[in-house]
């Protein structure tokens, strides 16, 4: 199994600051045939089901606010929050699609500091 | 429009098994995947099994030994998860969630989370 390794665990930024949130794969989950990276991010707010922010490592979901950006390829990825916001407190984690099982990273808590 | 609503809370005594549904609605049942994955109290996400709603193929996670079972009614537009033999780590929010590229991508469109209870 490709084991998801997020950095760090939680995460204290101050309002307008960026926050950064770091990702690495136990193995390459780059498709070499198309160059694509099956890697995605999620935001979760407590009471809610998951909610795709980004896909293919950097393609941000219609709808996302554009402070969300997606990095990397390979094993190391990065999500960044250019600016933060109130309503971006809540617990983020990335997740594989390359191949099954589709593992998730622990998560990271992002507070507001 | 488009969406995945999933099944009601359940309570369940160890030793027993529960399954949960998981009706999609507003797009081609057919034409993508889902992924069962569940959240036990204050935990992350674990990911559970993955099934192609077109010809039914299925992948299971190994840290379920054999407990769970995903199937797919196309005619009615939904999936079903399975798992036997609960004990009380099994208690969770169970999510169905659909993927974004056919069967290949990422999970865009997720049920509301079914809460399922074990307990004696």
């Known amino acids: 199994d490709i084991v998801m390794t997020q950095s760090p665990h939680s995460l204290s930024v101050s309002l307008g600051e960026r926050a950064t949130i770091n990702c690495k794969s136990s193995?390459?989950?780059?498709?070499?045939?198309?160059?694509?990276?099956?890697l995605c991010w999620y935001q979760q707010k407590p009471g809610q089901p998951p909610k795709l922010l980004i896909s293919?490592?950097?393609t941000r979901e219609s709808g996302v606010p554009d402070r969300f950006s997606g990095s990397g390829s390979g094993t190391d990825f990065t999500l960044t929050i250019s600016s933060l916001q109130v309503e971006d407190v809540a617990v983020y984690y990335c997740?594989?699609?390359?191949?099954?099982?589709?593992?998730f990273g622990q998560g990271t808590k992002l507070e507001i500091k | 429009q488009v969406q995945l609503v999933q099944s009601g809370a359940e309570v369940k005594n160890p030793g027993a098994s529960v399954k949960i549904s998981c009706k999609a609605s507003?797009?081609?049942?057919?034409?993508?995947?889902i992924q069962w994955a569940r959240q036990a109290p204050g935990q992350g996400l674990e990911w559970m099994g993955w099934i192609n709603a077109g010809n039914g193929n299925t992948r299971y996670s190994q840290n379920f030994q054999g407990r769970v079972t995903i199937t797919r009614d196309s005619s009615a537009s939904t999936a079903y998860m399975e798992l036997t033999s609960l004990r009380s780590e099994d208690t969770a929010v169970y999510y169905c969630?659909?993927?974004?590229?056919?069967?290949?991508?990422?999970?865009?469109?997720w049920g509301q989370g079914t809460r399922v209870t074990v307990s004696s």
């Open positions: 293919w490592a950097s």
């Open positions: 507003g797009y081609t049942f057919t034409s993508y995947a």
């Open positions: 969630a659909r993927d974004n590229n056919g069967g290949n991508g990422a999970y865009n469109l």
């Open positions: 193995q390459s989950v780059l498709y070499t045939s198309n160059n694509w990276n099956y």
């Open positions: 997740q594989q699609y390359y191949t099954t099982p589709h593992t």
